[in-house]
């Protein structure tokens, strides 16, 4: 398998490549930015885009996923909880003082549950709302990887203070969903280094016993 993470865009949001080098697949998960890069280096390796993953309507994730859909033909994914979010995509490009991208409904609802990504590399959605309504992390079990979108960060948890933020629901959503993870589970934040469940199990303040 193919695995690559870097960060994008003015504030850095993690974007994730996923791909199969063998039946030539591939999917992205939150190109908030630089889709001409994303794109290129999908060419470079010989993939075809099947879907565009977003863990939720914040603009640093999702501002690049229409442009990328219109390049690879790939559908959208985004949870029906984040519509009203994505509506605001233009408030959120002022507020960071950038320009508005183009923003269409998302092609499927990423509901908890679904199974996404590739054949070889599938991933169950696991609805962890509370950052936003309609955030998600999506758990690749065979790979012991969770990408917790701005859910859980090494240290700390996503903001509940922006519009559709919820602190009692972010804090439950970590302690259900994702402290049932065993804690060899690696997490691949939406920004920052990456950390394992245990680790955050141990140290991280938000998540102590309640
Ligand atoms: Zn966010």
């Keep these: 398998m193919i ?8 504030i850095a949001c993690n974007c994730t490549i996923l791909g199969d ?4 697949e591939a999917i ?16 470079e390796l010989g993939l075809k885009l099947k879907q565009i993953l977003v863990t939720h309507a914040h603009i640093d994730h999702v501002g690049g996923a229409l442009k990328l859909k219109r390049l690879t ?3 959208i994914f985004l949870n029906e909880n984040d519509l009203p979010l994505l509506k605001t995509l233009e408030s959120q ?3 960071l003082g950038v320009r508005a991208p183009e923003f269409a409904p998302p092609d499927e609802s990423l509901n908890d549950g679904l199974i996404v990504g590739l054949e070889r ?3 169950q959605v696991l609805h962890t709302p509370g950052h936003t309504q309609g955030s998600v992390c999506l758990h690749f079990t065979p790979l012991k990887l969770l990408v917790a979108g701005d859910t859980l960060f090494a240290g700390s948890i996503g903001r509940t203070d922006l ?3 919820d602190y009692a629901q972010i804090i439950d959503s970590l302690h259900t969903r994702l402290l049932a993870l065993p804690d060899e589970t690696q997490v691949l934040s939406g920004h920052g280094p990456v950390t394992t469940i245990g680790e955050e199990r141990r140290s991280n303040p938000f998540l102590q016993s309640r």
């Design 28 to 43: 992205v998960i939150d190109p908030g930015d630089e889709v001409s890069r994303i794109h290129s280096r999908l060419t």
């Design 3 to 10: 695995f690559e993470s870097f960060p994008v865009g003015p």
């Design 73 to 75: 033909g790939a559908p």
């Design 21 to 24: 080098e063998e039946a030539h």
């Design 163 to 165: 519009p559709g933020g």
């Design 121 to 123: 590399c599938p991933a």
């Design 93 to 95: 490009a002022a507020w």
